[in-house]
């Protein structure tokens, strides 16, 4: 199947006189007939459910779609993308290991690694996505464990490198990481391009509609970590947590990654996406395809409005031809990126701060890649403690502004766009 099609009939499948609708099962427990029915459950013996804290039927189900847009082999759904990013270290990496992340990941997942992991006892290197071969290789160590990146950065819109990372990570005997929420799988596939597990915050254009919080893991189901067992003793030695089973071996390369995070991760953090949420997340998978395609458009309409503009200072936008990154998201990304876009109001902070009071359709929120257009002036709402000069220092100027342009009629936004910066 087609990718858009996968986004309305992959996950379930109902089967003769079931319902049509993906059903909610809001539940916590299951019954079983006898102690030995649910023993096998616990020993990971049978498949099925006994507790909601580590999986459900609605969430496998959305997560199995995810997995088929991705290409992957096993999904798993968390509570919300920071507890996906989390697990898909911290299943891999424990105390003594090391990571190696790029620089520009977005500044939730940047204080999760620099600051609340590395009190985990795990160490992080941090690189430019744009670094030299040299400065690449020198960031690995003996106990790297993998190398985590975003396919567009959240805000600054750096388009990753995969391949290059992948090839550099597969060289170390390490799985490549790839937060794929701003492109979507709709216009990224990072698995093709050498990606071993795929994470995102759901609760962007996934769910699409600010209706609910989540995240999602994905395993690609082709890093051999058998190959380098030594590296990986949680996934190839036995778990005595659960009488003995050695994942790779018990479910092989296809399941071992997940099943782990749902057997260890899961129960014994118990970040689970609620099954109502897991269900209107699938309302918003099943126009993904639709949405991304106007999200894309519309921003690109939007840029190059602004970059024709006097009243506007620069543009950060990789679908415009004048983009940095613009033949590197031509390679990655070649139906388009994503809605969002930065740009600088001419006049600094005043400027850009009077250019907000006066939109119309564009709403003010921290949120981003939803279908209503959302706006944000950093200098005067999320950084307003900084200086100037502590601004640019954060790589933050006291200019910009974060646009992410929603699924309305184009002509209307750039309208309202017009007029504010006019009002200024």
Not at 353 to 370: E, Q
């Amino acid at each position: 199947m087609k990718i858009e099609t996968k986004c309305i009939q992959a996950g379930y499948v109902p089967k003769n006189g079931e319902s049509r609708l993906m059903p909610i099962v809001q539940s916590t427990t299951f019954k079983y007939d006898t102690s030995e029915d649910m023993g096998k459950l616990f020993d990971l013996e049978a498949s099925g459910y006994f507790y909601t804290r580590l999986q459900n039927p609605t969430n496998d189900y959305v997560a199995a779609k995810i997995a088929a847009l991705e290409g992957g082999t096993a999904g798993m759904l968390t509570s919300s993308g920071q507890a996906a990013s989390f697990y898909s270290v911290f299943n891999i990496a424990g105390c003594g290991d090391h990571v190696v992340a790029s620089s520009t990941i977005y500044g939730g997942t940047f204080n999760l690694f620099n600051v609340t992991m590395r009190r985990m006892g795990i160490d992080f290197t941090f690189v430019d996505p744009d670094c030299s071969d040299e400065e690449l290789e020198a960031a690995f160590k003996p106990n790297t464990k993998c190398v985590f990146g975003e396919t567009l950065a959240n805000p600054a819109l750096i388009v990753f490198d995969i391949e290059r990372f992948a090839n550099a990570a597969h060289a170390h005997g390490v799985p490549l990481i790839i937060d794929n929420t701003f492109a979507t799988p709709i216009n990224c596939r990072p698995i093709e391009f050498g990606a071993d597990i795929v994470t995102h915050s759901t609760t962007k254009y996934m769910d699409g509609h600010d209706a609910s919080v989540g995240g999602c893991i994905v395993d690609s189901g082709k890093f051999d970590w058998n190959k380098h067992a030594d590296k990986f003793p949680g996934l190839t030695t036995p778990d005595e947590s659960y009488h003995g089973i050695t994942y790779t071996e018990k479910f092989g390369l296809a399941g071992a990654f997940i099943t782990k995070a749902t057997a260890q991760l899961m129960r014994d953090f118990g970040s689970i996406q609620s099954p109502m949420n897991a269900y209107l997340l699938n309302l918003g998978l099943e126009s993904l395809a639709v949405r991304m395609d106007r999200h894309c458009s519309n921003a690109l309409k939007v840029a190059e409005y602004l970059e024709a503009s006097d009243l506007v200072s620069w543009v950060n936008y990789p679908g415009l031809k004048s983009n940095k990154y613009y033949e590197r998201a031509q390679k990655y990304m070649p139906n388009g990126t994503c809605g969002v876009i930065s740009f600088g109001v001419k006049g600094g902070r005043e400027a850009a701060s009077s250019f907000m009071k006066n939109l119309k359709v564009a709403i003010i929120a921290t949120h981003v890649a939803d279908a209503h257009t959302c706006i944000l002036h950093p200098a005067s709402s999320t950084h307003r403690q900084l200086t100037d000069e502590e601004l640019i220092a954060s790589g933050v100027s006291p200019d910009l502004v974060r646009l992410s342009v929603g699924i309305e009629n184009v002509d209307d936004i750039i309208a309202d766009i017009d007029q504010a910066l006019k009002a200024i």
